[in-house]
C-alpha cells in the first residue's frame, strides 16, 4: 500500500468506528459515497480493531519520506494508531490516563501536586474581594461580569466580527468562508464547532450557564477566528483540495489532530488579541455592550490571568479520577478547590471529563506547547510574524512530539 491508499483506507476505518460511537467523527467533508458504504457494511468492533492493527503496519513499513511527505507520514501513523486505540477503548479496554493520552494525542500533561496549586491560590486569595472560602468570594466577584442573557448574542457578535476581521488581516481565507451562531443548551461543553465542509461551520455556544465577559473573545477566537473554523477551512481548502491529502477529509476526535486543534485555538486567542488590543477592545466595546463598568476591567483580567496557571488542576483532577484514586465527589470538591469552579460547573466539568476523558489535556497542555513552538520561531513579540508562524503550523499539521 502507498500512503494514499493508507490515506484512504484510514478514512473508511474513521468513519466505521463513528458508526460505533457519534462523538467520534468531528467533521467529515470526503465523498458521501464512502459513508453509506461503511453503513451498509456495519463492521463490528473485533474487526475494526484487526483492520487498524494491519493499516498501521502498512503505514510503518512505509519508506522514510523527502520533507513535507515526511510529516503527513508520521501524523497519519500517529492518527491510526489513535484510531487502533479508540476501537480498543470502545471493545473495553481502557487505558490508565497517562497512557491512554500519550497513544491518543502523542502527549502527557506534567504531574501536578496540589502543592504547586497552592501558591496561586495564595495569591488569588490577595486580589479578590471579601474574606473566607476563596471559592464563594471568586463566584460573587464574577456575578458582576456576567453577560445578560438578552445582551449574549450583541457581545458574542461583535466579538466574533472582530476576531474575523483581525484574523483576515494575516490569514488569506475564501471570499465564501462563513459561519452561523446557535444558542443550544443541555451540553457538556461551553461552546462547539461543527465543520460543515465548503468553509462553513455552525458554531453553537451553550446557554446552560451564565456566560462571563472573558469568554466572549475567548470563544470567539478559539471557536471561530483563528480557531476552529479557520483551521479547517484551511485544511479543507490546502491540505484536501489542492494537496489531494485524503486522511485530512476526516477528523477522528480523539487523535492528535485535536492536541494541535484545541492548542492553537486557544494560543490563538492571544495572537488575535495581544494583551494590550484586547484590554482596549473590551473597555470601548464590549463591556460597554455588556452593560459592564469598564472601569472594573483592568482588576478582572489581572485575576483571570492568575485563574488560568490553575488550568492544570483539571488535568491533575482528571487523571486521578479516571485512574480511580478518587471518588466522584471528591473530585467535584477537587475541582471547586483548585479550579475554583461553582458546584454546578464542577459537575458539568465532571460529565466533561467523564465523556471526553484524557482529552482534557489538548487545551491547556496543548495552548503551552504550541507557545513554545511559535514563539521560539518568532523570538520577538512582531505580530507578522507570529501570525506566519502559526497560519504555516495550520497548514502543516504537527502532533505533540513534531513540535517539540
Ligand atoms: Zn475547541
Do not use: C
Not at 466522584?328 to 460547573?345: E, G, H, Q
Amino acid at each position: 500500500m502507498n500512503l494514499d491508499q493508507i490515506a484512504e483506507t484510514y478514512v473508511k476505518l474513521v468513519l466505521a468506528v463513528g458508526e460505533h460511537d457519534d462523538s467520534y467523527v468531528d467533521a467529515y467533508i470526503g465523498p458521501a459515497v464512502w459513508r453509506d458504504e461503511v453503513r451498509l457494511q456495519a463492521t463490528p468492533l473485533k474487526a475494526l480493531l484487526v483492520q487498524a492493527g494491519e493499516l498501521l503496519e502498512h503505514v510503518s513499513v512505509l519508506p522514510p519520506a523527502p520533507e513535507e511527505q515526511a510529516e503527513r507520514q508520521t501524523f497519519l501513523r500517529l492518527q491510526i494508531a489513535a484510531v487502533r486505540a479508540h476501537v480498543a477503548y470502545l471493545d473495553g479496554k481502557t487505558l490508565p490516563f497517562d497512557d491512554e493520552s500519550k497513544v491518543l494525542y502523542d502527549a502527557v500533561s506534567p504531574a501536578l501536586t496540589p502543592t504547586d496549586l497552592d501558591t496561586t491560590l495564595a495569591e488569588l486569595a490577595a486580589l479578590l474581594p471579601g474574606e473566607g472560602d476563596l471559592n464563594q468570594r471568586l463566584s460573587s466577584y464574577n456575578k458582576q461580569f456576567e453577560i445578560p442573557r438578552e445582551k449574549l448574542d450583541a457581545v458574542f457578535s461583535a466579538a466574533i466580527n472582530e476576531a474575523r476581521e483581525r484574523t483576515r488581516k494575516y490569514i488569506p481565507l475564501p471570499e465564501n468562508e462563513s459561519f452561523r451562531v446557535e444558542y443550544v443548551s443541555g451540553k457538556v461543553w461551553s461552546a462547539y464547532n461543527w465543520y460543515k465542509g465548503n468553509s462553513h461551520s455552525l458554531i453553537e455556544v451553550n446557554t446552560d450557564f451564565p456566560m462571563f465577559i472573558s469568554r466572549a473573545i475567548d470563544l470567539a477566537s478559539h471557536e471561530a477566528y483563528p480557531g476552529h473554523h479557520v483551521f479547517n477551512v484551511l485544511i479543507e481548502n490546502e491540505l484536501v483540495k489542492q494537496k489531494g491529502w485524503v486522511e485530512y477529509a476526516v477528523y477522528p476526535l480523539y487523535s492528535p489532530m485535536s492536541f494541535l486543534a484545541e492548542g492553537s485555538a486557544n494560543y490563538g486567542i492571544e495572537v488575535a488579541f495581544p494583551h494590550a488590543e484586547r484590554m482596549a477592545f473590551e473597555k470601548q466595546v464590549l463591556f460597554p455592550l455588556a452593560g459592564i463598568d469598564p472601569e472594573k476591567a483592568e482588576r478582572y483580567y489581572q485575576i483571570q490571568a492568575v485563574l488560568q496557571r490553575l488550568s492544570y488542576a483539571g488535568n491533575m483532577v482528571a487523571k486521578q479520577y479516571l485512574d480511580g484514586e478518587i471518588n466522584r465527589d471528591t473530585a467535584i470538591a477537587m475541582l471547586m478547590k483548585y479550579s475554583l469552579s461553582d458546584a454546578d460547573r464542577s459537575a458539568q466539568r465532571i460529565r466533561f471529563i467523564e465523556k471526553l476523558r484524557s482529552y482534557v489535556i489538548n487545551y491547556n497542555l496543548g495552548q503551552d506547547v504550541v507557545q513554545a513552538y511559535i514563539e521560539q520561531r518568532t523570538g520577538t513579540q512582531d505580530q507578522d510574524v507570529r501570525w506566519a508562524v502559526l497560519t504555516d503550523l495550520l497548514r502543516k499539521p504537527k502532533s505533540a512530539s513534531m513540535m517539540i
